[in-house]
């Protein structure tokens, strides 16, 4: 699966718990975007987002790599590792 993709499955989860003033954003995702900062995610809906992620690609998030989901490019990397493991 490549990076485009993973992007492509994100989005619809991430528009989920984005504020209105940010969903336009959300179509035009960049890796460089952070959760928190860019697209004023809370740190609640942050957790919401990485479930959701674990149950669009069948994976299992531990700990340590949830706290590096915090922006898309990390996310996208945590999710091509955590596919490598399956």
């Known amino acids: 699966m490549d990076r ?7 989005k619809p989860i991430i528009k989920t718990y ?15 975007a952070d959760f928190i900062n860019d697209l004023y ?4 809906n ?3 987002i990485i479930l959701d ?3 669009e690609f069948k994976i299992s998030i531990d700990n340590a ?8 490019k990390a996310s996208i990397d ?9």
Do not use: Y
């Open 53 to 55: 992620v674990e149950e």
């Open 18 to 32: 984005a504020p209105a003033p940010v969903q336009e954003k959300i179509e035009d995702l960049k890796e460089d």
């Open 65 to 72: 790599a949830m706290e590096k989901m915090l922006t898309v």
């Open 78 to 86: 945590v999710i091509i590792a955590k596919l490598a493991e399956k």
């Open 4 to 10: 485009k993709e993973i992007i492509d499955r994100l």
């Open 41 to 44: 995610i809370n740190s609640a």
């Open 46 to 48: 942050l957790v919401d």
